[in-house]
């Protein structure tokens, strides 16, 4: 297994190399951890909009069920799902979503379901969305 700071230190050894831009670019898309290109996707969104702060993959408990949500920004308690349709191909996957969604949502926490395609077909709306979910404070820091 590799870590991602020993591929940066591997890319900086090859200084001018072709191809290099676009390998800087991969693995600065996935220092968040994502599952999914989908998820690449929507995390570049939000750090190019300066929407930072977020957590990956985030483990929250709901009396006593961990739900894993696949952005988060815990302070503020607002849950985003990339959901795409391959992954709700099936009524019992929808519905179990819809389930966790309400879950999550009683126990305090905004939860955003976006379709995958809305983070490079409406990434404005998108940014706006959850800046209001936010609270309006722009998360820039």
Request: glycine letters at 8%; a neutral charge; charged letters at 25%.
């Amino acid at each position: 297994m590799v870590r991602l700071s020993e591929l940066y230190q591997a890319l900086a050894l090859t200084h001018g190399r072709r191809g290099n831009v676009l390998r800087r670019a991969l693995l600065d898309d996935s220092r968040d951890a994502p599952w999914s290109e989908a998820e690449r996707v929507a995390h570049r969104v939000l750090r190019v909009a300066g929407l930072v702060g977020f957590r990956t993959n985030f483990p929250i408990m709901v009396n006593g069920v961990t739900f894993l949500v696949d952005i988060a920004y815990p302070v503020e308690r607002v849950a985003i799902e990339v959901d795409s349709w391959q992954h709700h191909g099936s009524r019992a996957a929808f519905e179990q979503d819809r389930w966790r969604y309400s879950r999550l949502g009683a126990a305090g926490w905004t939860v955003l379901p976006l379709p995958a395609v809305a983070f490079t077909d409406d990434a404005e709306d998108v940014v706006e969305l959850v800046r209001t979910a936010l609270g309006g404070c722009g998360m820039e820091r």
